[in-house]
């Protein structure tokens, strides 16, 4: 089986009407070459910090569009993937659910788009190692794996425990966490209308705009979040009440 390498981030945490949370996959014999394209627009640009949404500023934009194009056209070769999803924080029910500990409930809305958005769709023909932003948490990653693996077994027949690692990645030693960083951002941004937002950024919202445009142009049909999108996917996730 082939080994695919996963990438997390996510944007709008705190204080915010949604949040968002993804990740980019990558086979791993391809992450040389995405790894030094990264690089190659970072000389080109002389940028060498931090790659962050919130970072992004009118100097950089330029730098910004060329970094994620990197994705869109290993995308467009279906060589790298984006799922993300978004949730209305509104209907946390952190007291109920997660014994008061948001940051519980902050893990397993990582499971869930683990589960469904890279273990389901790539986990029969793929070993995937996972690396997420790292954070202070009480609650380590790899405490996910075996119960990812045994849900895909029981519920969808996924055999061989396709997840093998998850990690934190520190994500400023890590051009493809930022890489993530921007997408997620970028999700993150349009579903909370920050573009909207009176004096919003411009240079935000040109990236916004490139971001969503190439997102459009790369998928077959066009068109996002349909049930034949696989380039570039965002997922409305919504809690079942019980």
């Known amino acids: 089986m082939a080994l695919m390498n996963v990438y997390c981030d996510e944007s709008c945490k705190d204080a915010h009407h949604y949040l968002a949370v993804g990740g980019l996959c990558i086979q791993s014999t ?3 070459d995405a790894v030094q394209a990264l690089r190659d627009v970072r000389m080109a640009h002389g940028q060498f910090g931090e790659v962050k949404w919130t970072k992004n500023s009118r100097h950089k934009l330029a730098f910004y569009k060329a970094f994620v ?15 993300g999803m978004y949730v209305d924080t509104r209907t946390f029910k952190h007291s109920v659910y997660n014994g008061g500990d948001r940051d519980l409930g902050f893990s397993k809305l990582i499971f869930q788009l683990l589960l469904h958005k890279f273990g389901r769709r790539y986990g029969d023909q793929h070993q995937m190692h996972v690396y997420l932003d790292a954070r202070v948490t009480q609650h380590q990653p790899e405490q996910m794996r075996p119960m990812l693996n045994a849900d895909l077994r029981k519920k969808w027949g996924v055999p061989n425990d396709p997840f093998r690692r998850i990690t934190f990645q520190d994500s400023e030693k890590s051009d493809l966490v930022q890489l993530a960083d921007l997408l997620v951002g970028c ?8 573009h909207k937002l009176e004096g919003a950024a411009e240079h935000k919202t040109e990236l916004r705009e490139h971001i969503i445009k190439r997102a ?3 998928e077959p049909c066009g068109r996002l979040n349909r049930p034949n999108t696989k380039r570039f996917y965002v997922w409305n996730f919504r809690f079942h009440e019980k």
């Open 216 to 218: 459009i142009d790369n």
């Open 187 to 194: 999700v993150g941004a349009t579903k909370n209308g920050h």
């Open 30 to 32: 391809i992450e040389p």
């Open 69 to 83: 194009d990197v994705f869109f056209d290993l995308s467009g070769k279906d060589k790298m993937h984006f799922n």
